[in-house]
């Protein structure tokens, strides 16, 4: 037996129909619930204006809450918000009087008549919750459940995709038979960590569809909602053995101190102290890529893109590269950010211009970047990116800043050194009163690769590995003793 | 605030009802009050009336005696009597100043381009686009 196909429509939010399981499903009955400020009537809005057509129209009914006038005001602001479709497509109609005067039956008859003479695809009704308060008649609760149901069996009867939406928490009121009657369910909340806010949303509920569990991170904007769904590819970051395919790194020795250049779809921290020339090597890590027509991005939490482009050695020929739509160089560092909304616009870039390498420069940075409450799971959103990223086929270079520690070696102040596939590191050594530096390659998985330490320089722009530091004990101590000939342990 | 836009598109929709007397001047009222009502409440249409009035009554003589209905859908029944001892021409000032200051109003919260777009269907064959 067949079954029945449930077709979705879009939400027009990006992300949000990944979350859902592939859309709106076609007839569904909805319920959209959160406190004040959460953005539910925003999402209202931008469904309708998504997807009303003079055909398919859609009706937007307000009752008490936000005067309609204030809300077709701030609506305005939205980008979705199309003035021409106001009238034929989006009909906007005031239920105030009917529910003041007349209560959920008056209420109930206009939605009725008002479906009825426009026939509409979309209904959202904005607030139910407003209409729970409005009718204090006597087992006022018992009418409110009966209201929403008639009114969910009409809206079905009538083929339209309604939206209920409410300040009602269902984490609160779970017992609300409200919940039971919806096909679906979408949360909004948001919370406050110090001074960042973040807002989330989760499906709570969606029938018919396999939505995605748990809390997303969303954000308002001029184009109104955007949700960041998790992305959870952990499966992908597991390698076997290093792959055949090496990349270089702009610096033969140094693809040499790898066994051979950075094995493709590997992620690669790069620590060192400040200055030490990690943007360097990132830098000419991307170039190196970009001249064997590999495109590259490089996510910048630290400098912004102009600035960046001034200040690198490689300014000109990256210019050239984002003209050229091989090279894109993403700011990001609001201090708000989502992990996911970080990890979604990096790997999107990625997609779009079919980036082989990615240069997060620098996870120090990252973390600064992330709302508070995101940087207690920060060693946890970092295995979600490296995974994500790696899994879109790209091979990742992250830098990291080094506390300049002689007494011990700890090659990340995150502790994420297992999380990655090869490491650099950088530090600065003091050779007869002068402060030169040094690299090493400490790990590359399933590969062979050079213990040695070497001496490096920055010369125009340039990392130049130069010849191992053989003569020389105790380098990472910070106080090296020359090796006297002859007198080798 | 009017601009004007306002102050065109008042003028327009005023001339367009003067042509069936002086007497029609409530008119524009009733037909934006259709239009607008179920959007925004009839109490919300007749709010900003009021308020427009109130902006306009100091400086429009003929208005001074005129005083918004409590009942929203009627309240600009008594404007045309307050007006009908002043010429034609009189009345069309007086007429133009008070709805300019209330398209205004609602010009400040929605914009120009939501207002027209709302107030089409009621005057239909008025070229709003022109205003």
């Given at each position: ?217 969303m954000r308002i904007s001029r184009d109104g909602v955007s949700v960041f769904p998790r992305l959870l590819t952990p499966d992908e970051h597991v390698k076997p053995s290093a792959p055949a395919l090496r990349l270089e790194t702009g610096d033969k020795t140094l693809d040499e101190m790898f066994g051979g250049g950075v094995p493709s779809g590997y992620s690669v921290l790069v620590c060192g102290p400040s200055g030490s020339g990690k943007t360097v090597l990132s830098n000419e890590f991307i170039l190196a890529g970009a001249q064997r027509g590999e495109p590259g991005i490089i996510a910048v ?189 | ?118 107030l089409h269907a009621a005057w239909p064959q008025v070229d709003m686009k022109e205003t």
């Open positions: 037996m067949t079954g029945v196909t449930i077709a979705t429509i879009p939400s027009g939010v990006p992300g949000l129909d990944e979350v859902l399981g592939g859309g709106i499903p076609h007839l569904s009955f909805n319920l959209v619930v959160g406190g004040p400020g959460c953005g539910k009537t925003t999402l209202g809005h931008q469904i309708a204006f998504t997807n009303a057509t003079k055909a398919n129209r859609a009706l937007y009914i307000s009752i008490i809450g936000e005067p309609p006038l204030k809300m077709l005001r701030y609506q305005q602001q939205f980008s979705f918000f199309d003035a021409a479709k106001v009238g034929e497509a989006v009909r906007f109609i005031h239920l105030g009087e009917e529910a003041r005067s007349g209560g959920l039956g008056r209420v109930l008859d206009r939605i009725v008549e008002e479906v009825a003479r426009t026939n509409p695809a979309i209904v959202v009704v904005d607030s139910f919750r407003s209409m729970m308060h409005a009718d204090k008649e006597p087992a006022a609760a018992l009418d409110v459940q009966d209201f929403i149901q008639r009114l969910s069996i009409h809206l079905t009867t009538c083929e339209a995709t309604t939206f209920l939406i409410g300040e009602l928490s269902h984490d609160a009121e779970p017992e609300s038979p409200i919940f039971t009657v919806a096909d679906g369910i979408v949360a909004l909340s948001q919370s406050t960590d110090r001074n960042s806010v973040v807002r989330k949303l989760q499906v709570v509920k969606m029938r018919g569809q396999g939505q995605m569990p748990g809390l997303q991170t939490f630290e400098r912004r893109p102009n600035d960046y482009l001034q200040t690198t050695p490689f300014g000109t020929e990256f210019q050239q590269l984002i003209r050229e739509k091989k090279l894109d160089v993403l700011y990001l560092r609001p201090l708000d950010l989502s992990i996911d909304e970080t990890l979604l616009e990096i790997r999107n870039a990625a997609l779009r211009i079919g980036a082989k390498r990615i240069v997060i420069d620098s996870l120090s940075g990252l973390e600064l970047a992330l709302a508070p409450t995101f940087r207690d799971d920060f060693r946890e959103s970092l295995y979600r990116i490296v995974g994500a990223l790696t899994g879109v086929g790209a091979t990742l270079l992250s830098t990291v800043e080094l506390d300049d520690s002689y007494n011990f070696l700890r090659l990340s102040p995150h502790g994420i050194a297992f999380l990655s596939d090869a490491i650099v590191l950088q530090r600065y050594v003091e050779i007869d009163s002068e402060l030169r530096r040094a690299i090493a390659v400490v790990k590359v998985r399933g590969s062979e690769h050079s213990k040695e330490l070497r001496e490096y320089a920055i010369e125009a722009g340039r990392l130049k590995v130069r010849a191992p530091l053989r003569n020389y004990d105790g380098l990472l101590t910070g106080r090296p003793r020359l090796r006297v000939p002859g007198k080798d342990p | 605030m009017p601009t004007s836009k306002t102050d065109a598109l008042a003028a327009k929709l005023v001339d367009h009802e003067l042509t069936g007397g002086a007497d029609a001047i409530g008119a524009v009222y009733e037909k934006t009050f259709a239009q607008l009502s179920p959007i925004i409440g009839a109490h919300g249409v007749r709010g900003i009336f009021a308020r427009a009035l109130e902006i306009v009554q100091p400086e429009q003589p003929l208005l001074r005696s005129f005083v918004v209905g409590t009942e929203p859908l009627r309240a600009a029944a008594t404007l045309a009597p307050c007006l009908s001892r002043a010429s034609v021409a009189d009345a069309r000032v007086a007429g133009i100043a008070l709805y300019t200051a209330f398209f205004g109003l609602i010009v400040t919260f929605i914009g120009f381009e939501l207002t027209v777009r709302l």
